[in-house]
């Protein structure tokens, strides 16, 4: 829940016809939002609401002329103390038994430093055509975006 009320507080202070400036808000998913991930079904459902729910209200923001662009950054696995944590049990809980897999996952889609996120951060406040856009991040494939089919409503000027 915290994803959505920062974003409607956000919105609220930022957008044009409330005496806001407008801007960019910058929700953060994961791969994981994007595809599924067995070892962790709680992880993935909420990882693919922050995406439907930072989309639809890109849309919302488009259509009013908030004056806010709204994405979400997707990144792989990041070189973070919390990867250390797989080979214990007792951060893993009824999950340590796939930590084979998710080592086999994280040669597959590498592990990268924080940096690289901050890019993907910069690329999106400074490119104002992005709005409703999912931007990926892995060490295999660098920075791309997520391709969805068209929608009845324009999401971004791109």
Known sequence: TSVIRGTYLGLEYMRKGNGGDGGVIINISSLAGLMPAAFQPVYCATKHG???????????????????????????????????SIDKEENMGQYYSYKDEIKNMMQFYGVMDPSIIAEGLITIIEDDTLNGEVMKITASQGIHFQQYGQTPFTLSKR
């Open 50 to 84: 922050v995406i439907g729910f930072t989309r639809s209200i890109a849309v919302t923001a488009n259509m009013e002329n908030y004056g806010v662009r709204l994405n979400t950054i997707c990144p792989g696995f990041v070189n973070t103390p919390i990867l250390q």
